[in-house]
């Protein structure tokens, strides 16, 4: 396959998607405090742009709706925001360790403010995992269940967001050049 073809890159963000929902479904069936279903969409969003990782993203909560629960939809809003600011951010800024510990900083506030109320609508602020027993004792100290929901996440969402973008970070690294250029090529035709 030519590394200039449309092809590679519906191949590369194929991929994307994939590592996002399966990563994402052993996360929630291990009931685990985190999430790591956007490391495909941060990848996108810094090899290749900020809409191109909206796409991963938003399609990443379309696919997994369809086959593991449609209430995974509407936080498609979540992985697009994330995939617009990583994009610009790595846009504006080199993608390096620095840049991406502020980067999962600023998402781990962003996601949550998102995705709180969402997830209220949808799930009554719970997730399922043993973050639940601190949103039930915040609510039951006498905080509303948005703010209970909401500190609750944003703790997910540091080691989560903080995470995967470093993940990110050591990933690209280790690609081959010739990949990165290719990716980088691709985001100056669509951008």
């Known amino acids: 396959m030519k590394r200039n073809s449309p092809v590679y890159l519906m191949t590369f963000c194929s991929v994307a998607i994939a590592a996002n929902i399966v990563l994402g479904i052993i996360t ?3 009931k685990l405090p ?3 279903d956007t490391l495909g969409t941060i990848l996108t969003a810094v090899l290749i742009g900020p809409f191109p990782g909206a796409v991963v993203g938003a399609l990443t909560n379309v696919i997994t709706g369809f086959i593991y629960s449609m209430r995974d939809i509407p936080f498609a ?3 697009i925001a994330v995939a617009l600011i990583t994009g610009f951010i790595a846009k504006k800024f080199k993608f390096n360790v620095i840049t991406a510990i502020i980067t999962g900083l600023i998402l781990s506030v962003v996601a949550p403010l998102i995705g709180t109320p969402i997830g209220i609508a949808l799930y009554g602020g719970l997730t399922g995992t043993v973050s ?3 949103v039930m004792a ?3 100290a006498g905080a509303s269940l948005f703010t209970a929901s909401f500190v609750t996440k944003i703790g997910n969402n540091l080691i989560d967001k903080v995470g ?3 993940i990110a970070y050591l990933l690209i690294i280790s690609l081959p050049a010739g990949m990165k250029s290719t ?3 691709y985001s100056a035709k669509i951008q």
């Open 138 to 140: 915040l609510k039951n």
């Open 183 to 185: 990716l980088k090529g």
């Open 34 to 36: 985190f999430y790591l």
């Open 77 to 79: 809003l979540v992985s």
């Open 28 to 30: 929630s069936l291990l």
């Open 164 to 166: 995967t973008c470093l």
């Open 132 to 134: 639940d027993v601190l």
